[in-house]
C-alpha cells in the first residue's frame, strides 16, 4: 500500500507559519510530506526546508513527492525529540518555523499489519519505529494489571479502565494475546452494553492509551517544546496540531509558560525571578478545522492548532 495521509489543518498551518522565502523551516513529523510540500511551495532559491520523521514507509514517500524541490529538502529519519542534535549535524542552530503534526497518520491506521487499528484483525504492534524492539504486545501481555490500568486510565481517559486491565490479564492466564482482533474482543467484554452503544468503539481508548505508552508520545512532547521554542529565529513559529485533550493541554501550558515564565509572587510590585519571555501565543484558542475539511477529511474531527511566536 503506498503511504496516503490527508494533512489536517493545512492551509490555516502553513498561514500560521507565516513563511518568509528564504527561510529554514522544520516538519519534525514528515509524513507523506504535505505540510512539507506546500512550505517549499513558498521558499525561494535560499529557503529550505529539513523534514524528520522515524517511519521508514514516511520517509520514502515524503522523498518521492518532495523529489522535484531538489536541494531545498533535506530528510532525516529520527524522532523530533532529537532535533536540535540533528539540526546541529546538518549546521543549523537557528531556524525560521517549526511544524508538528502529532498522533498516528492515516497511512499507519489503514495499514493492517502495523496494528494500529482496532478495525482490522493484525498482529500487535503499533510501533511508529520499527526498529524498536518493543511492540504493543509485550505492553499487553507483560505489563501488570496495575501498570495497564495506569496507562489505561491516563493515556486512554477510560472510566472503564481498572476492567479492562482485569480482562486483560485474565485472558492472557490462558494464552497470550496476539492480535488486535483479540484485545478488542477482549475490551469489548469489559464494557457494559449500553456504554458501547451510545460512546463509539469501545478499543478506541485503550488502543490510543498503548500507542501511546509504547511510543512515548506524551513523554517526547513535553521535553521537546522548550528546545523547539529556543532554536527559533526572533519572529519564527512554532505550529503544533494535536487530536486529543493530553496532548493539546501539555502544547497549551508549555506556550503559556514560554510567554509568560515569571515565578515572582502576584503582589511583588516587580519581578526579581529573572525569568525572561521567549515570545508570545498567537492562537489564545486553538485553531479548529473548517465544516468544509471536516466533511472530506474525518481524521481532522478532533485536531486543534497552536501557534507560537518566539520574540
Same mark, same amino acid.
Given at each position: 500500500?503506498?503511504?496516503?495521509?490527508?494533512? $489536517?489543518?493545512?492551509?490555516?498551518?502553513?498561514?500560521?507559519?507565516?513563511?518568509?522565502?528564504?527561510? #529554514?523551516?522544520?516538519?519534525?513529523?514528515?509524513?507523506?510530506?504535505?505540510?512539507?510540500?506546500?512550505?517549499?511551495?513558498?521558499?525561494?532559491?535560499?529557503? @529550505?526546508?529539513?523534514?524528520?520523521?522515524?517511519?521508514?514507509?514516511?520517509?520514502?514517500?515524503?522523498?518521492?513527492?518532495?523529489?522535484?524541490?531538489?536541494?531545498?529538502?533535506?530528510? #532525516?529519519?529520527?524522532?523530533?525529540?532529537?532535533?536540535?542534535?540533528?539540526?546541529?549535524?546538518?549546521?543549523?542552530?537557528?531556524?525560521?518555523?517549526?511544524?508538528?503534526?502529532?498522533? $498516528?497518520?492515516?497511512?499507519?491506521?489503514?495499514?493492517?499489519?502495523?496494528?494500529?487499528?482496532?478495525?482490522?484483525?493484525? &498482529?500487535?504492534?503499533?510501533?511508529?519505529?520499527?526498529?524498536?524492539?518493543?511492540?504493543?504486545?509485550?505492553?499487553?501481555?507483560?505489563?501488570?494489571?496495575?501498570?495497564?490500568?495506569?496507562?489505561?486510565?491516563?493515556?486512554?481517559?477510560?472510566?472503564?479502565?481498572?476492567?479492562?486491565?482485569?480482562?486483560?490479564?485474565?485472558?492472557?492466564?490462558?494464552?497470550? *494475546?496476539?492480535?488486535?482482533?483479540?484485545?478488542?474482543?477482549? *475490551?469489548?467484554?469489559?464494557?457494559?452494553?449500553?456504554?458501547?452503544?451510545?460512546?463509539?468503539?469501545?478499543?478506541?481508548?485503550?488502543?490510543?492509551?498503548?500507542?501511546?505508552?509504547?511510543?512515548?508520545?506524551?513523554?517526547?512532547?513535553?521535553?521537546?517544546?522548550?528546545?523547539?521554542?529556543?532554536?527559533?529565529?526572533?519572529?519564527?513559529?512554532?505550529?503544533?496540531?494535536?487530536?486529543?485533550?493530553?496532548?493539546?493541554?501539555?502544547?497549551?501550558?508549555?506556550?503559556?509558560?514560554?510567554?509568560?515564565?515569571?515565578?515572582?509572587?502576584?503582589?511583588?510590585?516587580?519581578?526579581?525571578?529573572?525569568?525572561?519571555?521567549?515570545?508570545?501565543?498567537?492562537?489564545?484558542?486553538? #485553531?479548529? &478545522? @473548517?465544516?468544509?475539511?471536516?466533511?472530506?477529511?474525518?481524521?481532522?474531527? @478532533?485536531?486543534?492548532?497552536? #501557534?507560537?511566536?518566539? @520574540?
Amino acid at each position: 500500500m503506498g503511504f496516503e495521509h490527508k494533512s $489536517v489543518l493545512l492551509n490555516e498551518t502553513i498561514e500560521g507559519l507565516n513563511i518568509k522565502p528564504d527561510g #529554514i523551516y522544520v516538519d519534525g513529523t514528515l509524513g507523506g510530506g504535505g505540510h512539507a510540500y506546500e512550505v517549499c511551495r513558498r521558499l525561494g532559491e535560499k529557503g @529550505s526546508i529539513i523534514g524528520i520523521d522515524q517511519d521508514e514507509a514516511a520517509i520514502e514517500a515524503a522523498g518521492i513527492r518532495l523529489k522535484d524541490f531538489g536541494e531545498k529538502v533535506t530528510i #532525516i529519519r529520527s524522532n523530533y525529540c532529537d532535533m536540535k542534535s540533528k539540526l546541529q549535524e546538518q549546521g543549523i542552530d537557528k531556524v525560521d518555523g517549526i511544524v508538528l503534526d502529532l498522533g $498516528v497518520s492515516s497511512y499507519q491506521l489503514d495499514t493492517a499489519d502495523r496494528g494500529f487499528s482496532y478495525r482490522e484483525d493484525a &498482529p500487535l504492534d503499533m510501533r511508529m519505529d520499527r526498529r524498536q524492539k518493543m511492540t504493543a504486545r509485550d505492553i499487553v501481555n507483560d505489563y501488570s494489571e496495575m501498570d495497564l490500568y495506569r496507562v489505561i486510565r491516563d493515556y486512554g481517559e477510560d472510566k472503564f479502565a481498572k476492567n479492562i486491565a482485569k480482562h486483560i490479564v485474565a485472558a492472557r492466564g490462558e494464552s497470550p *494475546i496476539e492480535t488486535t482482533g483479540q484485545l478488542t474482543e477482549i *475490551i469489548r467484554a469489559s464494557i457494559p452494553m449500553k456504554y458501547q452503544k451510545k460512546s463509539g468503539h469501545p478499543a478506541k481508548r485503550t488502543f490510543q492509551a498503548i500507542r501511546i505508552e509504547l511510543n512515548r508520545e506524551l513523554e517526547v512532547l513535553k521535553n521537546s517544546l522548550d528546545d523547539m521554542i529556543e532554536i527559533l529565529n526572533p519572529g519564527g513559529r512554532l505550529c503544533i496540531i494535536t487530536f486529543h485533550s493530553l496532548e493539546d493541554r501539555i502544547v497549551k501550558s508549555a506556550f503559556k509558560k514560554n510567554e509568560n515564565p515569571c515565578t515572582c509572587p502576584p503582589d511583588f510590585p516587580v519581578c526579581v525571578c529573572g525569568n525572561v519571555s521567549k515570545g508570545r501565543v498567537v492562537t489564545r484558542k486553538p #485553531i479548529l &478545522p @473548517s465544516e468544509e475539511e471536516l466533511e472530506y477529511n474525518s481524521r481532522s474531527k @478532533s485536531a486543534k492548532l497552536r #501557534i507560537f511566536e518566539r @520574540s
